[in-house]
């Protein structure tokens, strides 16, 4: 090197090295000032390279990867870090989890459920106030939440579950129909198509016959709208930063003004029915109702979409694994060329006798978990009597660190295993290990439902349409994972699945 590049280099590197070591010092000094004071008992801290602003600033660029790295390279159970305003804790054992779920009002989702309504759904102040009114949980065991949950989960159950099964693979059975009516041999796009063919289902299930998402722009916005979650959370005006998921919010919010007006709740399902009945026995405000149905869609469709995309590809990419499912399909739905239509006739019990399906699905949402359930500490508490945890702040608990746990599933916890989840196999799941429906008093109550119709829907498309990829090697390639959603449990497919269905009884 030249004396004379040596002084260029030293001339414009100089300035930027003063500059990072005027920054650092100045941080340095915000966290003297401004930093939390550390307790000997809280979780280990993780130090950061950027003081006060670094593990946030790690947090907002990379996502749920920063803390698997983390936890890779400290591999600590649970750990704190230091962040302005508080600390987070970073759950990563099943064992922890096991204590966390023990202590659902100390460590809260319900809370956080309560608090987010307001900035996502654009709920007015009124309907705020009375939605967190004791959501505390200090004025006694009632709330708009927990008995917003309670009334949920009975309506999730029994004879409503039947209904709702009953009623999703029905509205199923209209688009299989249409891809056997529109030609022998059909390209489909197959994560658009799955997408639409559960939408389709869950929601008819759901809202009846007056169903909102019957309208594609309300259909497709609920994935636009919730693509934006973070910046609705903010608070930053969404009509200014996230025009078009404000708008598409707004569509499915108005689409939910006209159903609640002309009174389609009363045809939908007894969910709807009773979610709505202790929203307006609370007081909440009419133009609120649907404000609260609009975010309701997170629930019961943002999940199951990619969770039915990712059992319907893993069955198809590996030939032996069709084959045992469509042997099973065969004896569960029966072996006719009628057996397999998803008609008012279907045996819904057949779902029961589905065990490598099953064993799929379940499987699918441990390997491509990307999300992480988030609890706000209410109060101060010593978890499981060595943990300190102190009040306001969150505890997040990032499905792949327990997904990925080799003591708990065993030397091939990186692969795909069709059977992991199969008794006949000999499984044995770790009682907390499996995050995929959460767990504990806020364990999923639509997980029966999804899991059914996710089942039964698969199994008669594998007994009437040959899926073949078009790919050019021929053979099924990885998609890819997208995990940029922060409003789901699981990766989406990042590629298209382009696949050609050809119609096999005819
Ligand atoms: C495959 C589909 C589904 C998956 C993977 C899934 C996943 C989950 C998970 C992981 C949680 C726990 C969140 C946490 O602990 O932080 C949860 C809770 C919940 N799920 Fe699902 N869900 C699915 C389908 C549904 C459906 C169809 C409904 C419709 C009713 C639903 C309604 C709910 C509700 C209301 C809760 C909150 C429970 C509570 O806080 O007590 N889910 N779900």
């Not at 759950?91 to 659902?104: C, F, M, T, Y």
């Not at 949980?137 to 009632?142: I, Q």
Request: charged share 20%; glycine share 8%.
């Amino acid at each position: 090197m030249s004396p004379a590049t040596t002084m260029a280099d030293i001339k414009t590197i100089g300035p930027f090295v003063v500059g990072v070591v005027v920054l650092l010092g100045l941080a340095r000094l915000i966290e003297k000032v401004l930093g939390i004071q550390k307790h000997s008992s809280e979780p280990p801290f993780i130090p950061s390279k950027v003081p006060y602003f670094g593990h946030l600033y790690f947090i907002i660029r990379r996502g749920v990867s920063y803390y698997a790295e983390l936890t890779a390279q400290y591999r600590k159970k649970i750990y704190s870090l230091a962040m302005p305003g508080g600390r987070l804790y970073v759950v990563n054992s099943p064992e922890v989890i096991g204590a966390i779920q023990k202590l659902p009002r100390v460590l809260s989702f319900w809370f956080i459920e309560a608090s987010l309504t307001r900035n996502l759904g654009g709920i007015s102040d009124k309907a705020n106030d009375i939605l967190l009114d004791n959501a505390r949980g200090d004025k006694g065991s009632n709330s708009l939440v927990i008995d917003g949950m309670k009334a949920t989960h009975q309506a999730m159950a029994g004879e409503h579950l039947e209904t709702l099964t009953a009623q999703a693979i029905q509205r199923a059975e209209k688009e299989l129909r249409l891809l056997e009516t529109s030609g022998t041999e059909n390209v489909v796009d197959l994560w658009e198509w799955t997408q639409h063919v559960f939408s389709m289902a869950v929601s008819r299930a759901v809202y009846g016959p007056n169903n909102p998402y019957e309208d594609l722009m309300v259909e497709r916005g609920l994935v636009e709208f919730s693509d934006h979650t973070v910046t609705f959370l903010t608070g930053l005006p969404p009509w200014i930063f996230v025009r078009k998921a404000y708008k598409a919010r707004e569509r499915i919010v108005s689409a939910f003004h006209q159903f609640f007006a002309q009174k389609s709740d009363e045809k939908a399902s007894k969910l709807v029915q009773v979610r709505a009945k202790v929203l307006r026995d609370y007081g909440i405000p009419e133009a609120d109702v649907a404000r609260f149905e609009s975010v309701n869609g997170f629930g019961i469709l943002l999940n199951l979409l990619p969770t039915a995309f990712w059992t319907l590809f893993h069955v198809l990419a590996d030939a032996q694994l069709l084959e045992v499912v469509r042997e099973e399909a065969k004896a569960a739905l029966g072996s006719q060329k009628g057996d397999a239509i998803l008609g008012e006739a279907v045996d819904l019990t057949a779902a029961d006798r589905l065990p490598t399906l099953s064993s799929i699905l379940m499987e699918s949402l441990r390997y491509h978990t990307a999300g992480a359930a988030v609890r706000m500490v209410m109060e101060d508490h010593m978890l499981d009597g060595k943990f300190l945890l102190k009040s306001d702040n969150y505890v997040l608990i990032p499905n792949h660190g327990a997904h990925f746990d080799t003591e708990a599933w065993g030397a091939n916890v990186t692969e795909f295993d069709a059977y992991r989840f199969d008794k006949r196999h000999g499984a044995k799941v770790h009682p907390t290990a499996f995050r995929g429906f959460g767990g504990g008093v806020n364990l999923c109550p639509g997980r029966t439902f999804a899991s059914r119709i996710i089942v039964l829907i698969v199994a008669s498309l594998v007994q009437r349409f040959d899926v073949e990829p078009i790919t050019k090697s021929g053979g099924w390639e990885d998609p890819g994972r997208d995990e940029t959603s922060m409003a789901i449990v699981l990766a989406r497919p990042r590629e298209k699945v382009m696949v050609m269905c050809t119609l096999m009884w005819y």
